[in-house]
């Protein structure tokens, strides 16, 4: 069997080499357009910003590693240029040479990832704007970043000489390679700027949790502008750039990176004729099959199933690539593997805090028109309290009203949160519940954890609220409630809730007669715990009475500005 794998990054590599260990017999080459193979570009942005600083460490493997150790043939600057898929044949160029070779194929496997969006902006091809894709983009970054003069590449756009070194950068795009981009470049000594088209950052983030990563980000210096896109790039006459924006906004610049986004490439998979998604991706099924049966493709190009929704998604990230790479390796080999869907678990460090989530968004739940769902928000501690060095974790969780399935976590905190995410990730893998995450046994020292864990304790706050031992509300959906806070003075002279009041948790028992019992009592406090205890007893008492899920903690960034 003769197998030739287009791309040598992530999918592309891990097919290659499970490919190997499966068939010693199969005559595998592997071509890549770029100079290297198997380099984590997911490092990149780190790269950029000095925390890995040899280049080399971001080449996993060589072309001398696969022909040494997987017998693969792997040829670098190598592309594609034309597909026969009835002759089952594909052009390749050599790119240094300008050389054109035909070979032959079994089996094609494409794996062309994705290519950054550059728009057709006024000035966008200006010395100084870079996207972040390939190895080679990184080197050319850090170079201009390191220069001692910025303007010489600009001078025949303006003749002048500015002798310092960039001080300001723009950053084009809030999702994950642009505030990875932002905090290596506040790390580089930089005043950075961040624009975004969208009214948040981290599109898949819910916009209340999108807020507070915002908030996080506006603490450590960085300007952002939401809800506001980019129209055009100029040079200015001191030699920097500017970077214009629908509003009419002009931010000045010495480096702009462009992090709007990626596409799909699907070129290769139009010469051969093969079927494109409702997405702009390639279609394929289970086993990451073309619509042509000798065809397979994998990673950031193809559209695959969301493991939640059943909808048809682009999800660009690495782990599911390299999954599907396995796969497509194991049906070649004769083993019936498929792919079970992907489900966005990504992670993104933002200086000292990190961003994790998994599953659904309520904005994609609604926008699917499903509403069979509840969500919470808690605020729990990433470990014991009286231990030093204890942060919170602030967390939401989405699950089934009907049955109590576990649809989707978001977690932002700056000690523990990729512990918990993997945990709701295999959770929603595994198809659990609410009542599965109250029974988990997990890790527990003080160091590390609680005897009830944040996700013991997500699905217990779940669970009280399907079994009706909670009910809750939540902030955008006050109606004309009679609303009870339950917090001490002194917490409200901080910060009142207008029209609320104030009859402290020790004193509920007593001053019930205060309490109206033909309206809904909505409760409230710092995190929603007191307002649970509260709740409790006024359920008991005869009253309706709802907690407002995480209490003044949760106000703070579901409530519009």
Request: some cysteine; aromatic content about 6%; hydrophobic content about 40%.
């Given at each position: ?429 595994m198809g659990c519940t609410i009542y599965d995450l109250e029974e988990s046994e997990l890790t527990y020292a003080p160091p590390y ?113």
């Open positions: 069997m003769k197998v030739i794998i287009v791309g040598g990054v992530a999918g592309g590599a891990s097919c290659a080499a499970r490919l190997r260990r499966l068939d010693e017999k199969a005559e595998i080459t592997m071509v890549e357009r770029g100079p290297y193979v198997s380099y984590a570009n997911c490092g990149l942005p780190y790269h950029v910003g000095g925390t890995i600083e040899n280049e080399a460490s971001l080449l996993v493997a060589t072309e001398q590693t696969f022909k040494a150790v997987f017998n693969v043939d792997c040829r670098t600057n190598c592309e594609v240029v034309s597909i026969e898929a009835g002759k089952k044949t594909v052009d390749l160029k050599n790119t240094n040479t300008g050389e054109i070779t035909t070979e032959s194929y079994d089996k094609l496997v494409l794996s062309p990832g994705a290519a950054p969006i550059r728009p057709p902006l006024p000035g966008i091809d200006l010395p100084g704007i870079f996207s972040v894709r390939t190895v080679p983009d990184a080197r050319n970054i850090r170079e201009w970043l390191e220069r001692d003069i910025v303007q010489s590449a600009m001078n025949e756009y303006s003749g002048a000489n500015t002798l310092s070194k960039p001080k300001k950068a723009v950053v084009v795009g809030g999702g994950f390679i642009g505030l990875e981009m932002v905090e290596n470049l506040i790390h580089r000594g930089l005043t950075v700027t961040l624009v975004e088209k969208l009214d948040q950052v981290m599109p898949p983030l819910d916009p209340e949790m999108a807020k507070l990563v915002k908030r996080y980000m506006a603490r450590r210096g960085v300007k952002i502008k939401l809800g506001d896109g980019v129209a055009g790039f100029r040079n200015t006459e001191e030699g920097s750039l500017e970077v214009l924006t629908e509003s009419g906004k002009a931010h000045k610049a010495d480096i702009v990176i462009l992090a709007i986004g990626v596409r799909p490439e699907t070129a290769l998979a139009k010469l051969a004729g093969l079927e494109l998604g409702q997405r702009g991706g390639i279609r394929v099924d289970e086993q990451m099959r073309t619509s042509n049966p000798d065809i397979f493709a994998v990673g950031d190009a193809v559209e695959v199933k969301d493991f939640v929704t059943g909808e048809w998604s682009l999800i660009p990230l690495a782990g599911p690539a390299n999954r599907q790479g396995r796969i497509v390796a194991d049906v070649l080999a004769g083993r019936n593997s498929r792919y079970r869907g992907t489900q966005g678990t990504s992670i993104c460090q933002i200086f000292d805090a990190t961003i994790a989530q998994t599953g659904a968004s309520e904005k994609v739940l609604k926008r699917i028109g499903d509403t069979n769902f509840e969500k919470i928000y808690i605020y729990p501690n990433s470990h014991a309290g009286y231990y030093p060095g204890a942060k919170v974790l602030a967390t939401k969780v989405i699950f089934r009203k009907s049955d109590g399935r576990l649809l989707g976590a978001q977690v932002l905190g700056e000690d523990g949160v990729a512990k918990r995410m993997d945990s709701f990730s295999m959770a929603i893998q954890g609680s005897a009830k864990d944040p996700v013991n304790f997500a699905g217990m706050v779940a669970a009280d609220i399907l079994s009706g031992l909670m009910p809750i509300a939540h902030w955008n959906d006050l109606g004309d409630s009679f609303l009870l806070d339950v917090r001490n003075p002194q917490e409200i002279e901080v910060e009142a809730v207008p029209g609320a009041v104030n009859i402290p948790l020790p004193q509920i028992r007593s001053r019930l007669g205060e309490l109206p019992v033909d309206r809904e009592i909505l409760v409230i406090c710092r995190s929603a715990q007191r307002a649970y205890f509260a709740t409790r007893i006024l359920l008991q008492n005869g009253f309706r009475a709802k907690n407002i899920s995480g209490g003044m903690m949760s106000r703070s960034h579901s409530i519009q500005d």
